[in-house]
């Protein structure tokens, strides 16, 4: 499975994005995160079917990851925070059916990565 994140920017502290993940196969998929200087970190995952979502404590109300009928996954980040600056990356995890998967090494692909900073 090939993915490609993109969408990511230079926002002001309160603007929103919105990331795209574009994959060569339908999977169950993920969203996570590297701050500098820190691990990479769950950030929010969507099931195959689409149906079930989870999201990370630290994004829940503000994040919203999303798919579409096809093999793309998308993250709609609103209010946005210098703490959420990071590289963004999509994972893909072989999995038909209706389960979430939250934890890094569940997954079997990964994207290149996307920048996003929240800076004033």
């Known amino acids: 499975v090939q993915l490609q994140a993109s969408g990511g920017g230079l926002v002001q502290p309160g603007d929103s994005l919105r990331l795209s993940c574009a994959a060569s196969e339908r999977e169950a998929t993920g969203w996570f995160r590297q701050p500098p200087g820190k691990e990479r970190e769950f950030v929010a995952g969507?099931?195959?079917?689409?149906?079930?979502k989870f999201h990370a404590r630290s994004v829940k109300d503000r994040f919203i990851i999303s798919r579409d009928s096809g093999k793309n996954t998308y993250l709609r980040m609103n209010s946005l925070k210098p703490e959420d600056t990071a590289v963004y990356y999509c994972?893909?995890?072989?999995?038909?059916?209706?389960?979430?998967?939250?934890?890094?090494?569940?997954?079997?692909?990964w994207g290149q990565g996307t920048q996003v900073t929240v800076s004033s």
């Open positions: 994972a893909a995890k072989i999995s038909g059916g209706s389960r979430v998967y939250t934890v890094e090494s569940d997954y079997d692909f």
């Open positions: 969507i099931s195959y079917r689409g149906g079930e």
